[in-house]
């Protein structure tokens, strides 16, 4: 079975750095793009970038770019997302899934079940 | 990048209503569309890919139509489970999968 397994909830303060991961199993884990995806309170879905955990290349959204760090460790199955210096604005929930490609597209058919970020002084 | 705009942003519908979801791309996107429901404290689960197929077990009530420019969703007779939040997503730029801004589907 194909699983997604986020790391838990953090609370944080602005300006403290942070890492959360995204464990997968079930697969190959090294054949298959992760992305992750940031849901605002309230808000829609918002796509920030992918890796390819084979070679660790990424791709970033013009919006994130510069904002966070997408790394995997394929020893481990664990892709991540990271930040160096939190802001307010980083509470979300952040989701991570898996890239599926066939002729004619891309889609997230598997989703980590989230991590919520909360950022307050 | 390429916008993804959905319409209604929300609508109220009664079980056994058959409703429709249109999404449409700024630019021509082929058929590089998914949609997605999500339910709240839920992610996002996948329903419809390459414009209109559909995702082994996803009931076929749900089915996606278009291409290029101009996409819809369409649940034929809707059922108490299927209120959620409704998304599509453009994977023809590889530089941003943009999503749309979402449908919420409500119960009249």
């Known amino acids: 079975e194909v699983q997604l397994v986020q790391s838990g909830a953090e609370v944080k303060k602005p300006g403290d750095s942070l890492k959360i991961s995204c464990k997968g199993s079930g697969y190959n884990f090294t054949s298959y793009w992760i992305g992750w995806v940031r849901q605002m309170p309230g808000k829609g879905l918002e796509w920030m970038g992918v890796i390819y955990p084979g070679d660790s290349e990424s791709r970033y959204s013009p919006s994130f770019q510069g904002q966070v760090t997408i790394s995997a460790d394929k020893s481990i199955s664990t892709a991540y997302l990271q930040w160096s210096s939190l802001k307010a604005s980083d509470t979300a929930m952040y989701y991570c899934?898996?890239?599926?490609?066939?002729?004619?597209?891309?889609?997230?058919?598997?989703w980590g079940q989230g991590t919520l970020v909360t950022v307050s002084s | 990048d390429i916008q993804m705009t959905q319409s209604p942003s929300s609508l109220s519908a009664s079980v056994g209503d058959r409703v429709t979801i249109t999404c449409r791309a700024s630019?021509?996107?082929?058929?590089?569309l998914s949609w997605y429901q999500q339910k709240p404290g839920k992610a996002p689960k996948l329903l419809i890919y390459t414009a209109s197929s559909l995702q082994s077990g996803v009931p076929p009530r749900f089915s996606g139509s278009g291409s290029g420019t101009d996409f819809t969703l369409t649940i034929s007779s809707l059922q108490p489970e299927d209120f959620a939040t409704y998304y599509c997503?453009?994977?023809?730029?590889?530089?941003?999968?943009?999503f749309g801004g979402g449908t919420k589907v409500e119960i009249k």
């Open positions: 630019q021509s996107i082929s058929n590089y």
């Open positions: 899934a898996r890239r599926h490609m066939v002729r004619g597209g891309a889609f997230y058919d598997y």
């Open positions: 997503q453009q994977s023809y730029s590889t530089l941003s999968f943009t």
